[in-house]
């Protein structure tokens, strides 16, 4: 049996028990030489950003596929120039048949056709499956476009402090983060549980997505002391800070640039 492409699975994943339909993020990553990034860029901006939205309009599930690159590698460099997310509430298998059918109208060529020239330009480094716990947009769109920034911040949970994490991230952190969205300073705010991969020994747990309309934005001090004054005005800062510290470790943060968006009004 033929192995299904990565780049255009638009939904696997798990549910948390609180929820019917989660929402699901599915990330793929990938690595593009050199000499093949222009032409692949031009590409993605193309043909698959006109496949993954006849996609869309089939599967009403899907909320947005968004395609960005990495700007800063660190050294090591980690694998994946490229990702490509897929959000959408609850689940899916991803229909071959019907993306085969829809693939000529859309781009002009047959599906195998299609992944053939893909698969000449990028090779797929690695994918994740992510549920999420927390969110400042709820149900409402985000509104990404491209040029936004998006900053993610990996992290590892401490032994058997998964409850306190995600109470931390949703009682204390989302209100903070939901108040920098109504000063304009961010777009949104979410977190996330990874579920796949899985097993101990895998290197981060959760991550936390915050969208920003430029990279100057991205890089100026939030100043959180102040604003979780003005958000929790009976709290101690630097108690959920120490807090903070105990329930999980930050293992990296990355920046990402959009290339394309696509998302439902």
Not at 25 to 48: G, M
Request: charge should be positive; glycine fraction near 6%.
């Amino acid at each position: 049996m033929r192995r299904l492409p990565f780049l255009l699975v638009l939904s696997v994943g798990a549910s948390l028990a609180q929820q019917t339909k989660p929402v699901v993020a599915t990330s793929t990553f990938y690595d593009v030489d050199d000499a093949n990034n222009r032409a692949f860029v031009e590409f993605s901006k193309t043909s698959t950003k006109k496949l993954v939205e006849a996609h869309m309009k089939e599967d009403p599930a899907v909320r947005s596929v968004i395609l960005s690159e990495r700007l800063f590698g660190g050294n090591p460099s980690p694998e994946g120039r490229y990702r490509l997310v897929s959000i959408r509430d609850g689940y899916a298998i991803l229909d071959t048949a019907k993306l085969g059918a829809i693939s000529m109208k859309a781009t002009g060529m047959s599906y195998d056709d299609y992944l053939k020239k893909v698969n000449t330009l990028r090779k797929r480094t690695g994918s994740s499956i992510r549920v999420r716990t927390a969110s400042t947009a709820g149900n409402m769109p985000t509104g990404i476009a491209e040029g936004d920034i998006l900053q993610t911040d990996l992290m590892k949970i401490s032994p058997d402090r998964a409850a306190d994490y995600y109470n931390l991230e949703q009682n204390d952190w989302q209100p903070v983060h939901a108040q920098r969205v109504k000063d304009g300073t961010i777009k949104s705010w979410s977190c996330w549980a990874f579920r796949s991969p899985g097993g101990a020994s895998r290197p981060y747990d959760a991550v936390t997505s915050t969208i920003y309309k430029d990279f100057e934005t991205a890089m100026s001090n939030p100043g959180y002391q102040a604003l979780f004054a003005k958000v929790h005005p009976n709290r101690n800062y630097a108690a959920i800070s120490d807090r903070g510290r105990t329930v999980r470790t930050i293992v990296r943060v990355d920046y990402w640039r959009v290339i394309w968006a696509l998302a439902r009004p």
